[in-house]
């Protein structure tokens, strides 16, 4: 098991919409081997010119797509997809059956979050960064 992790290099994102493209673009920029996925082709037009990684088209939600996205060499695996259901169900397969490292998750519904507890996964709500950016620039006023 201890060398199975010495080959986990990759960062995979699932779901390439503005969000998604941004890490992706960031990720390469920071040198990183980065593989992107998405169900639409078009949506990797979002990725810059200087996007150094690798794209796949399919639907994440059948485990040979993720496969051939390399998940099983991912040490991390960013899902910010617009479905909570996917992203659930992409998460939990990262973690139990492909033992990714480090798996971070969007998620709409805060309530979720039971879903994902004790799983070592760390979940990002679009709503709760709104929310807290815009106390911030109110001057924290509540």
Do not use: H, W
């Not at 200087?50 to 040490?75: M, N, P, R, W």
């Not at 979720?112 to 911030?136: C, M, R, T, V």
């Amino acid at each position: 098991m201890k060398n199975n992790r010495l080959l986990k290099n990759k960062t995979l994102i699932v779901g390439c919409g503005r969000l998604g493209c941004s890490i992706a673009n960031e990720c390469c920029s920071e040198g990183k081997n980065v593989m992107a996925v998405d169900f639409n082709e078009d949506c990797f037009a979002g990725l810059s010119n200087k996007f150094s990684g690798y794209t796949f088209v399919g639907d994440v939600t059948d485990l040979s797509v993720l496969e051939e996205a390399y998940i099983a060499s991912a040490k991390e695996i960013i899902i910010t997809t617009g479905d909570d259901n996917v992203n659930l169900f992409v998460a939990y397969v990262a973690r139990k059956i492909y033992d990714v490292p480090n798996i971070y998750v969007r998620l709409d519904d805060p309530n979720n979050a039971a879903l994902i507890q004790g799983l070592k996964i760390k979940a990002i709500y679009p709503f709760e960064l709104s929310f807290d950016k815009f106390n911030l620039i109110r001057g924290g006023s509540k």
